[in-house]
């Protein structure tokens, strides 16, 4: 009896299909002329077919390729078709299993099917029909693919979710390339954005695992702005990296996605793996294309607040300006006292933001004086009563000018109660002790020091050491002895750092 029927001539269409785009058969027969026969007529159905004589040789080839159909036969010496059934299980490859086998054996045949083979022809069979059974296998493997595709999308969805917006920018990339990496079995994976300042330069962020494999960025923002996806293994591959092979290692597989804000690619996210005959799925590439979505927007976010900050720095910077374009005694005064400030905040080791606060407060502890008369007050005589009135009115006029700006109302406290004393006896409120804001008693200390090493119409400028001895003597009166500790550790150091930078110190 003949193995295989005679072969009728058929035409198919699918034969200008590349390598990359046919279903891919394995045919397993320790006989050579079946394996030859189903070959011939598979290639010509437009199949992309490899032969085994046996399980093992089977097994050799799943090593370095993967399948999406294995038609083996049931009866071979050694590994058999439920041994090489079993391996492929435990090997987690997504492979449908056809057996083929003889009318002796049909109800092994059977019991393959209850161990997850997905069908079986029986010997003698046509050609056509182990056609149709591979139709029919490479359909329900294409549904189940896709299904498993759209649960897997759901999970990276859920993960995505897990990067939390309180994290720092770098954090939350850090994250989409590890989860990245250990969701998608990529062994490389970065992330790569535009330079802001210098468009069509393109730098890698953030990377793991990515030593030597170049993207070719140019062709991949290229590909994302006609509209199209990057999904590629085997040759396909050498079209989006440079230095494929290398002695180390060779990339099996690439996929990409577009950091994409509003509509303009900025970016890329990559992974590869060089895991011989791995593909990652299209589910994988869409995956990675949620998880590209959520390290733009976590770019983007990150650039706006940044944009933020320095306009706000600026807008303060820009008050201070306006304060001493009127009294030139004042210039520079809110700059240092900004400085002071920020280096005593730093020596009590408060957190960053709120350093930059009481910077901020630095700037601006003075606005008040904008709205009297320098004249009045820079003269070399005493102030009057009234002039000395209008005078320690500042804190106050200072609070309502910003008090009504949204964002600078945080700084009231350092605007109104900055000459106020540690005890009780400062203005506006007379507060005493901790009643007085932090904030306050930290600028008190700047404030004084810069007041007292400046020249000032009615008096010259103290050298620092005076100054300092003059705060030993005031801590505890009118300054926080913990203040003017911190000011004093810290005020040595800060003075040769500024020397060494050929920037000026009060003498
Ligand atoms: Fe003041």
């Known amino acids: 009896m003949a193995l295989v029927e005679a072969i009728p001539g058929t035409e198919s269409g699918l034969q200008h299909l590349r390598a990359e785009e046919r279903s891919r058969i394995l045919v397993v027969d320790d006989e050579a002329v079946i394996c030859d026969i189903l070959r011939d007529f598979l290639e010509f159905e437009g199949f992309w077919v490899r032969t085994a004589n046996g399980g093992e040789q089977a097994l050799d080839a799943f090593a370095s390729e993967s399948f999406d159909v294995v038609l083996t036969d049931l009866k071979m010496p050694g590994v058999d078709g439920l041994g090489l059934l079993k391996r492929i299980g435990e090997l987690e490859r997504d492979a449908a299993t056809v057996i083929m086998t003889g009318f002796g054996t049909v109800e092994t045949a059977i019991e393959a099917m209850k161990q997850g083979a997905f069908d079986y022809i029986l010997k003698p069979f046509k050609p056509e029909d182990v056609v149709r059974v591979l139709r029919r296998a490479l359909e329900k493997q294409r549904l189940e693919r896709e299904n498993f595709a759209l649960r897997e999308t759901v999970g990276f969805y859920e993960l995505s979710e897990a990067l939390s917006s309180s994290m720092t920018l770098d954090e939350q990339l850090k994250m989409v390339v590890e989860l990245v990496r250990d969701s998608f079995g990529a062994d490389g994976v970065g992330i ?9 330069r393109y730098l890698p962020r953030i990377s793991c695992g990515n030593a030597g494999v170049t993207a070719r960025v140019d062709r991949l923002i290229e590909a994302f702005l006609a509209g199209g996806q990057v999904l590629a293994s085997g040759e396909d591959v050498t079209s989006w990296v440079d230095n494929v092979v290398t002695a180390e290692r060779s990339v099996a597989s690439f996929m990409a996605a577009p950091l994409k804000i509003r509509g303009a690619t900025f970016g890329l996210l990559t992974a590869f793996s060089t895991r011989r005959g791995f593909r990652f799925t299209e589910g994988q590439r869409k995956g990675l294309t949620i998880f590209g979505g959520r390290a733009a927007t976590a770019i983007e976010n990150a650039r706006i607040y940044q944009n933020l900050q320095d306009t706000f720095t600026q807008t303060i910077e820009g008050f201070a300006r306006a304060l001493e374009a009127k009294d030139p005694y004042t210039h520079g005064h809110s700059d240092r006292v900004s400085m002071y400030a920020r280096l005593i905040a730093s020596a009590m080791e408060l957190p960053p933001a709120e350093v930059t606060r009481i910077a901020h407060g630095g700037y601006l502890h003075d606005i ?19 002039e000395y009135t209008m005078f320690k009115s500042h804190p106050v006029q200072g609070k309502r000018i910003i008090e009504p700006i949204a964002f600078l109302s945080h700084l009231v406290p350092s605007v109104l109660y900055h000459h106020e004393a540690w005890d009780g006896s400062g203005y506006p409120e007379g507060l005493a002790g901790t009643e007085i804001p932090f904030e306050a008693r930290i600028l008190a200390v700047a404030d004084s020091y810069d007041a007292m090493t400046s020249n000032r119409p009615y008096r010259k400028a103290l050298p620092h050491d005076i100054a300092l001895v003059e705060f030993k003597r005031c801590a505890g009166r009118q300054f926080d002895p913990e203040v003017v500790k911190a000011f004093l550790k810290s005020i040595d150091n800060h003075r040769r750092q500024r020397r060494a930078q050929g920037l000026p110190v009060p003498d």
């Open 368 to 386: 008040g004086k904008i709205g009297i008369r320098s004249n009045d007050l820079n003269k070399p005589q005493k102030l009057s009563p009234e």
């Open 192 to 200: 790569i954005t535009e330079e802001p300042k210098t468009p069509g």
